[in-house]
């Protein structure tokens, strides 16, 4: 199975992604350069990615004392995509870069994360590195952002603590500044850090010559103490080693230390690390504590993390799908070539049984079963409408830096709100979509023999890493679908009705339509039932299953939407691939949206059957 139709079909039939190059920034491009970097991608995934894919699961990151050590096919892979110049490749001629469209490199990531996830594609340097470009000073964005992109260097983003995950406003690694000259450093206001950092992504490696951390950390007031809550959180980076104001290395290690290495269900190509900020195992000028420079403003931190946010929670929720898509097509694969089992037919009358098989004839593959086709088909509807899920917010991305004033505004409001779904949506029901495709290869499945394994294991992290399900749907509930007088999902219900409209003229595609609008009206009245006391107790308790079917109307609105266009574009209707588009679209809508009334029942109800039990009745 080849991914290439069905993203060719969501980017040019469906998105309208070549017509982006009719953007002044974008004027270089065409359908042929955007095909080129699709094909380059597609390539150096089959070649450099997917073979390893098991390698970096079996042979674990480990440190030797000195150094931590990865397989060969890491560094290979690494330095294939480092060439391909995709690490940069939607950033400014004048950096490096070849301003394609964020749509593009979303796309051509995809290919990346379904060969080997954990081999990576460097998600989190490009992140690091595009935080710097808005919030970094001129020096910090030629020393460190450049680096970065040109993937002589490696970027990490430090914010959980052992004590502060979901809560980073307890963030407690401290920053004091360096010396009555600390605001004199030409690379930012010298800081000396110290804390624990846990979780890091990526902290310690030998891929690159050096790593530069981006670390939350706080600035104690005069009395010594730490301010709490989130304004008292700033932002440093932290080279792991020394450098000048030429981007070259001094010679001297930082004071950042690996305290260990995190053995992961896992995503194991990749390390995740502990590390000691200023412990004083390598004192920078014979004093402890890692030297940062702050970045941005005092206190406003956070704020600068989160620039980095929306584009990596698109980038959790395509590793999500494409891992999802991987077990798909594997599951595929390995229900079109089983035999097992024979088909059911209605017995001649007068006989016993209701069921009758007929154990002469040989055994059916078992794609032929009507149970093997439904877990086909939910996972074919979870992955490729997940798929469109994130490109359809990939170009919202590209909107909002590209548009003009009015879609660009709209478009940042409705990332606010979509964001969150983009993250949580495929990180469960594309691991749902692993499970499947475990079950359809039944004991084997769950044998290391087939690969549909560690696609699950590997999915497994996508609903804890990025703000856990539970912090993202109460950001959903808690703010995004409150926030500016609720006009992000006024906007959103905008294009779901415009959708609506056009499908309600398609005979086929009537009925769902009509779904689909009262799946939206009874979305806008759970939402204000929930917020009906004015006590966020009482909304918040159900933010999960609120998420659960805010979600699932949403992508039941995306599969009409390319149903739509698949017939539109199929004029003859005799495509298979149209065939597969409408009946994933029709699965969905019978299988699956109307899953939403239980999970709207409680958030309706504010039922508080979870939140108020007894401690000691659990
Ligand atoms: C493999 C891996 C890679 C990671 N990479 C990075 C990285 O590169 N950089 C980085 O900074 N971090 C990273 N993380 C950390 C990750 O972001 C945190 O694990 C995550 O935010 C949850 O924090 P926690 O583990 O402390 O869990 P906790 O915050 O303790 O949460 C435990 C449970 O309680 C729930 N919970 C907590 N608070 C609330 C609340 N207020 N309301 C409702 N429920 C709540 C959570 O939803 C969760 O289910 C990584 C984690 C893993 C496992």
Known sequence: MSLRPTLDFLLYDWLDAGSLNQRERFADHSRETFDAVLDTCERIAREKYAPHNRTVDIQEPHFDGEKVILPQATHDAHKAYVESGMMSAAQDYDIGGMQLPYTLQAAASSFFAMASVSIGSNMLTSGNANLLLVHGTDMQKDVFAKNEFSGRWAGTMCLSEPQAGSSLSDVATRAVPDGADFQDDPLGPRYRLTGNKMWISSGDHELTENIVHIVLAKIPDANGKLVPGTRGISLFIVPKKMVDTDGQLTGERNDVALAGLNHKLGWRGTTNTLLNFGEGKFPVGGKAGA????????????????????????????????????????????????????????????????????????????????????????????????????????????????????????????????????????????LEANSLAIQIHGGYGYTRDFPVEQYWRDNRLNMIH????????????????LMEGGRGLTLLAARIND?????????????????????????????QAAWSTGDPADALANAVPYMQAFGHTVLAWLWLDVAQRALAVDEAKSMPATAGRTGAATYFFNYELPKIGAWLNVVENRDLTCATLAEEAF
């Open 291 to 430: 030297v940062g420079y702050l970045v941005g403003e005092v206190g406003k931190g956070l704020h600068c993390m989160f620039h980095m946010m929306n584009e990596a929670r698109i980038g959790v929720g395509t590793a999500a799908t494409m891992l999802g898509m991987a077990g798909y097509y594997a599951s595929l694969d390995y229900a079109k070539a089983r035999p097992q089992g024979r088909l059911v037919k209605k017995p001649e009358p007068g006989a016993g049984s209701a069921v009758v098989k007929d154990s002469a004839s040989p055994q059916v593959r078992i794609i032929e079963h009507a149970d093997v086709r439904r877990m086909l088909l939910a996972q074919k509807s979870y992955c490729e409408g997940a798929l469109a899920l994130e490109l359809y917010c990939a170009k919202l991305v590209d909107e909002q830096k590209t548009g003009d004033a009015q879609s660009a505004d709209d478009a940042r409001l409705l990332l606010e709100v979509l964001t969150p779904i983009a993250k949580s949506w495929p990180s469960e029901w594309c």
């Open 466 to 481: 990025e703000g856990t399900h539970g912090i993202q749907a109460a950001d959903l509930l808690g703010r995004k679908v």
């Open 499 to 527: 959708t609506i409209e056009r499908a309600a003229a398609v005979p086929s595609l009537a009925p769902h339509a009509k779904s689909l609008g009262a799946a939206l009206v009874r979305i806008g009245s759970a939402t």
